[in-house]
């Protein structure tokens, strides 16, 4: 019986505890593909589930990670979308197809409710995993599931912004500059903020249209009226939560939009404003299978490769979140397997 | 030269300050009808207008109340729609015709920065008014224009509600009992809550599916999962504000909706719930006129009746805002002039 | 090892061709559930499957009709929804679970290009069934899946059509009968057309509001047109096909929908006027399973039950094809088995 | 009394027949402003309605053209949105602001049930006219009302195609062009063709992603499946009518749309396949002023130009229809005033 490495987390000690065992290699069973892993990235979740696995109600060992990329080694019966030496990417969520979110969506997360993918193999559902770009290489594919479809799902299919429109986005982390990237190519105006002038200026290089520093600016929704000729933006990608959403809510127009992804900062808010401007706050979570689809066909008919600030090597993974913990990044940290 | 009486606002006294005065009765320019009232309702919204004005900005003498029906006394140049003679109801919002809201919505509502309705005669715009339903008397036009359309606009083009889905309505003021009637005649089962037994019996028998007393059950949203197999409401029609509305996330579904009106209770709301079940809040500031116009389409198709508590006549007007500080009402409080 | 009952398609012959197999009974598969069939129920494609095989493909045997309805006998691997004793029916396309339809999705199709449902046993996907809802007999829930779901789709999901519009109903076939009593329930108001009076009687009895004899007035368009005030209709759910549509474009107002399901008729049209009216012309073919489940709710909460025209026993089935042949029936024709 | 020049149509006679002729200059009611024109641009409509008023219901004396940029000489009483000097372009329909088509759009057409634009003074309301983009110049400008936001209605807000999606533009007129350069600047694949190799090199060089010349390949259908992976486009633009109507339907996607503006070649077709593939048919007619000052967003965002082929001088205004009978154009024709 063969045996595959994975790192598990034990439910105390944070990154240190994360510890390298030995499991055997599983056999699919119906509708399910074995995947031999090349590449994870990471996000803040994956983070901060090692770091509280208690809070997610996790107890015992549990592979972390959501977004892996692989080669398919073995299809089990039935499968018919995928063969042996495929290219796929996961999903995050196991069991969302298309449509509207569920309650039997969540249960199917990967690196939460259920074992991740920092391992070298995984099984996952036939329904659970696409094909790779063929622009992509595994350590870009593997930077989509998560942070690439959220950052999609905020923009286009829930913040419905489009050619034309005016998008603000909050710092540089992997999910504002996927939505830096896919608003590039869509014609879609961005105002970015980032407390450090040099990752402002790589937003600029990536197409940025206007950028604060909100250092500078601590009132930077003011800054955003003004780029705004007073109006606000019609949609906000916040990911920073509590701390900036009465922020977020000052800068936008009335009858405008705010994508909900992270609540990084806590705090409480005062809805009175969502209600005198008529806004639409949305609380996103990821997104079906059926979009990151589309969010590949966009990548691919514009050429666009997911900007990696760096790659760790698998025995090396704690790094990778050390990295996060330290918020120093620009986009995404990637670990190849 | 002929004069009109009109009840106004002094910027201060409250209810007791409003004092009738008489004006001259203007001629109606291009695109503008004059409209001899018949019949006022009234909104919280007017009497803490009355109560406050100065927190809407008002300074000076302001005619209160911005919904109003009444006849064509004579029309301006270039008005086609409507003919002297023929009965109308006035729009909340002058310049909102149709489509999303905007910047130049809001400086036109009627009773707020621009005079309102509770006078014997008023110009309106030929866009801010509209035909009234045969089946409707003068006082059931009168409650429509923000009660009957932010119900509408809550349930159905906000709220996206229909025939199959469930909503929330709290308590039994004018917006949740015009969305009771309207939510009856869609198809869409409805939870009501009231701190009252009586009220909750008159909702019944208006078709409210379920109803629970929010006295009895403190920990209402607990009730309403209940009554939906756990899963919670598909849309929440938020009247109460930050009070209830924590409450309203609680009960609402994974992928949900709440339409959110009114910050009656004030109060602060932490965000992370909006998040974690992908919940969309959206405010809801009454509605743009064809907006209006497929409300009364319904209304007459359907054959509903406004419900009216109370008729006031104009020279007791104040009488009509003593009935609604008390909160005692159920349905609609109007004004015959 | 135990056999099963089965009807099947020969290629020729239409419905004399009909012929009764034993075959062994199944086992589920990982995902599967084996069915214990109780009613079946028939629509017109299912005639002219059985018709004309060749003319969709089918070589051989083949179980013809769409629509089932009955008890879960077995589960195979992985279900997790289902167990033995559940009521279920199933949904016409075993690959169709939400959002728009796709390529995949039409080689699913249960009596088509994979064996149906008029048998005693049958296995389904997981996804492929849903529970029936507690109000209705398995002869009811039988008729749901192909016209049932149409209608919802042509109506609701489709259509557009909500509390206050007009729709227009052509004859009163399946989806069409089906369509009246979801816009009885959702306060759509409908014209409903039929060469028969007593045709237009029972509609009336189930709430159509207005009813036209198209046989009285081969210009039905016109008497469309006189019922809405000269602007026509919010929607058609056109059964007719290329005969009517052209009536159909005439009756529709300016900017209104048309939902297409059949062409019965055949013939060509001129679009010149979907163009000139700025109409809406939506292909409809059946449905995804969560609109299926949408639809089960609103019959659960507005206890609505079918309307079946007759019922056949299993041994006589090729009976019910004879009457639908024959289209004199009101509503559904269903097999009991 | 100062006098302006206008051309006219005569009920008779074609392009030859056009004749300029004096008329006072008029002041501005309310609600209107005077523009002293400077350009504008024609459509294949304009070229029609010369060649057969009759056909439009225009009898005796009309001026043409919708489409018209100029500078606001004098405003009338009541409007705020402009003063005299301002650079501002007309909107095709005087009476639509926001939201769905309606029949009370049709009558305010400029240049067919009213006067159009083809003179040196016109009257124009407030809501019937927009501010330039300050990138444009009037001939620019001028191009925009009929096709420019056709094209926009056709692929964005109708269309609904967005990033990562693929579009069919039929041949290089005015709409197709500006289509063409909405997609580049929205990330939207797109297969143009033409009967042209030197237009289709034109077109690729405005970001084309694929050319099909339809004189080599008749069956152009099939080689836009085959640059589909066949599975076609999600959305065609049809502007050609009956004559290209069923490869467009052959050429879409299962779920597809096809939004049809034009029916120049005229023809039946089978509706068979809209109802087979569930394709959305869509009929066009330029759009709201609200959808307009969202293509103005987009154009000015994306610095986009239209593409002008020929500027004529007002009083050979004939020459500029005479080239657009050749039908030899690249974008658009325009006349200076």
Known sequence: EEVLKAWVINGEGGVDGLKMV?????????????????????????LSTIKNAAARGIAGERIPNSDGAGVVEEVGAGVTEF?????VVGT????????????????????GPIDGLLCEYALLKE????PIPAHLSFEEAATLPCAGLTAWHCLIDGGKAGVGQTALLLGTGGVSIFAQQIAKASGIRTILTSSSDEKLARAKSLGANEVINYREHANWEEKVLELTDGHGVDLVVEVGGAGTLEKSVA?????????????????LMDPTSIMRKSITLQGIYV???????????????????????????????????????????F???????
Chains 1, 2, 3, 4 share one sequence.
Do not use: C
Request: hydrophobic share 40%; proline share 5%; aromatic share 6%.
């Open 251 to 267: 800068a936008v127009r009335v009858g405008g939009r705010i994508s909900l992804v992270g609540v990084l900062t806590g705090g």
């Open 22 to 46: 030995d499991r055997d290699i599983p056999k699919p069973g119906a509708g399910e593909i074995l995947v031999r892993l090349k590449a994870n990235s990471i996000n803040y979740r994956d």
């Open 331 to 337: 986009g995404k940290v990637v670990i190849t397997i």
């Open 92 to 111: 995050f969520f196991q069991n969302w197809l298309s449509g509207p979110i569920h309650d039997d969506v969540m249960p199917s997360a990967l690196g």
């Open 83 to 87: 063969s042996a030496g495929d290219r």
């Open 287 to 329: 997104g079906p299978r059926d979009m990151f689809a589309r969010l590949n066909n966009a990548l691919s008919n514009n050429n666009i490769h997911p900007v990696i600030d760096a790659v760790i090597d698998f025995q090396d993974a704690k790094e990778a979140y050390r990295i996060m913990e330290k918020a120093g990044h």
């Open 127 to 130: 329904g659970g995993a696409l």
